[in-house]
């Protein structure tokens, strides 16, 4: 969006900057559970800073979606209190919020044009005519639907649909907006283009933004910060990169990007480091996060982080052959099959030329490998909860 | 997406490739209307079993009988001699001697024939009382032996009467207005303009009005009724809302004379109903339920539910609940969500449902003969009537001429006002 609209006034940054201190919005010990039984959202603690982009990540029956609905007022918290701007919004219904919603298949009104859509929000807020004319003006051109007014939603394409949705959410200027899978019914090409007018248009206005998806690159992609929620409950919360270079279990290691996963049992751990036995023979030192001696581990190694040792080199050497290539273009994945059976992703060089049972000596840094306790949820055993 | 507006093409390669792009652009058009003629004869052809058995059983009937209201050769064809000698005749004061002796003749005909009695019913229906009259001359002529049968007719004072020739003068004419004017209350007075037949005879508006305001009054009760029960079913859990549809649809597989004599039992003087109020002390005294518009109502509106609620239903579940988490998150407050966003969108469902009921209900027959008083018989109970018991066909036809007009008025407003494709019957 290079066209990036006038003077568009900046989420309400002037009032109560007190409440920046305590975070912009606060979940506290809040819990969700839609049968008394069973747990949508556990134990789910979590502040939101003003200006923020937060996504909530996480699998299908995470919770996420859960958590955004407690937020936007649609459902209620079993247990704990979710404030926003340090005041409780337990009692505060989903109209009296002034919280900016877009959802997944849009929820435009099919009885009405673009342009009442967006001016529904002000017209229930009183807002006399000529105003409404102007913001609902000023938001069709932010996000570039202008002469698409007396259009109805039904004569637009997905894009354009969310675009409507997303000035329709932005129009009251309310300084929270949720995004629930926003971009899901998208092709890939448009939503990387949507990710992108998402980002800027967060910039430009200053607004803070929760985010749920289950798509981790949209995740790495937007946020500021990233709640990885497994289990109803947040794995791990963190910035991007956290995530990615440093995740702290087997779950989120697995669900953020690629990794390769060795399993083994920890023979014995040193300062940091850990010493693991790989099933079926071989061992590994690896990077000891929350291990103990003698138990079962996961070792995660993303497959850049592997590399073919041609020299003698410091750090892990694992010998291999060669059971595929995958040809992507900028680069190759090779699969290589270790002696104890076990399959490593090797990210490689495009010019590499390696034939199918060529052997291989893969090596990585033992800063590169991280132990994770076993028993902790990996994203293969996702027990299925309430909600979403 | 749409196709691309002309203007973003390129406007001058467009206007030197027109003329050549137009007639291929023909040529193509024209082989895209042969293919699809085929389609359609095709699926023309699959249909046409069904649409030979509807005209046969349906359409052609339909047409024949409704064409009775307009033609009716019963007096033409039963007076021939009388309606020769009548063709001169000025319509006032009575005609001359050859009109009664052609009368005679075709009288005595009509005996010979058999077909004296139909002749006198037919009369009948246009001229009341004169069925008697017929019959009583006939049996005179043929027992008069010596006696001029002119002398004979003219001594039965019926023959006399001011109204009698104009009405047989009329009848000799096969197509006639009689009965159309009749269903509405009308008739053609002597000097040949339309008026309204005196009050103690009129019945038919007062009827047809009757008819109209029972299916207004049954539409609305269904719609008050059954449109939270929609929403309910709608917005219920799966399972729930299978169990309510099924509650919905149970009585609608009832036999309706069943369901019928079941609110005779319920609403009679000593039924459960009455039994009902008097216990819970809504009332001082029994009402009187049965044979009364009341329990008429009643009645209708539990047999019409289903067909008000099930296409408001259809309606309300394609509405996805975001629409409303939408408006609410918007900062729409239930009401006004509800008005400027909900209601909008089921309203074709809710005009479509009503529509349905009020067009059935012009046409009940069972229930108000079953449950209705003197005074709460519809339309098709007249109808009824003068097929079955009064056997004049041609009124039954000319009621139901009427019925069907009005129906349909009603539907083409109806598609005026809200479209065709917008009314979701299903």
């Known amino acids: 969006m290079s066209a990036v609209a006038t003077a568009w006034p900046a989420g309400n940054a002037a009032s109560a900057p007190a409440a920046d201190l305590k975070g912009f919005v606060e979940f506290t010990d809040v819990e969700k559970s839609y049968d008394g039984r069973t747990f949508a959202v556990t134990r789910l603690n979590l502040s939101v800073a003003r200006g923020e982009f937060l996504t909530l990540l996480g699998p299908s029956g995470s919770g996420k979606t859960t958590t955004l609905n407690m937020l936007a007022g649609f459902e209620r918290p079993t247990r704990g209190v979710i404030t926003l701007e340090g005041r409780s919004v337990d009692r505060l219904p989903p109209y009296e919020r002034n919280i900016g919603m877009v959802f997944q298949n849009y929820a435009l009104f099919p009885h009405m044009t673009v342009e009442e859509n967006v001016a529904f929000p002000l017209s229930v807020r009183k807002i006399d005519k000529a105003d409404i004319t102007t913001r609902v003006g000023r938001a069709l051109d932010m996000v570039r639907l202008k002469q698409f007014g007396d259009r109805r939603p039904t004569q637009l394409s997905g894009g354009q649909q969310q675009r409507v949705a997303l000035a329709r959410a932005l129009v009251f200027e309310p300084s929270l907006v949720l995004m629930d899978e926003p971009l899901g019914a998208l092709d890939k090409k448009l939503r990387e283009h949507m990710q992108l007018e998402i980002k800027q248009l967060h910039t430009m206005l200053g607004v803070t933004i929760v985010y749920v998806t289950h798509d981790q690159s949209e995740a790495l992609t937007m946020s500021d910060r990233v709640a990885v929620f497994n289990n109803g409950g947040i794995a791990q919360l963190g910035s991007p990169d956290d995530l990615y270079n440093t995740p702290q279990s087997s779950f989120v290691a697995s669900f953020i990007g690629e990794n390769n996963t060795l399993a083994g049992k920890v023979e014995h751990v040193v300062g940091k480091e850990c010493r693991v036995a790989l099933d079926g023979g071989g061992a590994i030192t690896a990077l000891a996060i929350g291990v103990a001696e003698g138990g079962a581990c996961h070792v995660a190694i993303r497959p850049e982080r592997l590399g073919l040792a041609a020299a003698a080199q410091a750090g892990n050497r694992l010998t291999a052959t060669v059971d595929g290539r995958i040809y992507l273009g900028d680069h190759q994945r090779l699969l290589a099959r270790l002696e104890n059976g076990q399959v490593l992703t090797v990210k490689v060089g495009p010019e590499a030329t390696m034939a199918n049972g060529e052997p291989v000596l893969v090596s990585c840094a033992p800063g590169d490998c991280r132990a994770f306790p076993a028993d902790a949820g990996t994203a293969g055993s996702i027990s299925k909860t309430t909600g979403e | ?426």
């Open chain 2, 1 to 426: 997406m749409t196709a691309i507006p002309p203007s973003e093409l390129d406007r001058p390669a467009l206007a030197r490739g027109r003329s050549a792009a137009d007639t291929d652009l023909r040529s193509v058009s024209a082989a895209i209307r042969r293919a699809e003629f085929g389609d359609r004869l095709r699926s023309l052809a699959l249909a046409a079993p069904l649409l030979v058995l509807l005209a046969l059983s349906f359409g052609i009937p339909i047409v024949l009988l409704l064409s009775r209201a307009v033609y009716d050769p019963t007096i033409a064809n039963a007076l021939p001699q009388t309606s020769q000698a009548l063709s001169g005749w000025s319509g006032s004061g009575l005609p001359d001697d050859a009109a009664f002796l052609a009368l005679a003749a075709d009288l005595k005909d009509n005996q010979a024939k058999g077909t004296a009695y139909e002749l006198a019913k037919s009369l009948n229906a246009r001229l009341p009382g004169a069925r008697s009259q017929v019959l009583k001359t006939v049996r005179q002529l043929e027992g008069a032996g010596d006696k001029p049968p002119l002398e004979v007719v003219k001594s039965v004072p019926f023959w006399s009467q001011p109204g009698t020739w104009p009405a047989i003068a009329n009848g000799t004419h096969a197509v006639t207005s009689f009965y159309l004017l009749s269903a509405l209350d009308l008739r053609w007075n002597a000097d040949g303009s339309i008026e309204r037949v005196p009050p103690e005879q009129a019945i038919f508006l007062q009827v047809f009005m009757r008819t109209f305001f029972v299916a207004a009054a049954v539409t609305l009760a269904t719609l008050l009724l059954g449109f939270p029960l929609a929403y309910l079913i709608a917005s219920a859990p799966k399972g729930l809302a299978a169990i309510l549809i099924v509650a919905v649809l149970l009585p609608f597989w009832t036999s309706i004379l069943v369901r019928t004599a079941a609110w005779t039992v319920l609403l009679q003087k000593f039924g459960l109903v009455n039994d009902m109020l008097l216990w819970l002390g809504v009332v001082d005294d029994r009402l009187d339920l049965m044979y009364s518009r009341i329990g008429l109502i009643i009645a209708m509106t539990h047999i019409q539910l289903p067909f008000t609620l099930l296409p408001i239903y259809s309606v309300m579940r394609t509405i996805p609940p975001s629409q409303m988490k939408a408006a609410y998150s918007l900062g729409g407050r239930p009401f006004t969500a509800f008005r400027r966003i909900y209601l909008p969108q089921v309203f074709p469902g809710v005009m479509a449902g009503c529509l349905l009921t009020f067009i059935l209900c012009l046409g009940y027959y069972i229930t108000p003969a079953l449950i209705g008083g003197a005074s709460d018989q519809l339309i098709s109970n007249f109808i009824g009537n003068y097929v079955n018991v009064e056997l004049n066909w041609e009124m039954a036809a000319a009621l139901s001429f009427i019925l069907l007009v009005f129906t349909l008025a009603l539907f083409g407003i109806f598609a005026r006002i809200l479209g065709l494709d917008r009314l979701k019957l299903v």
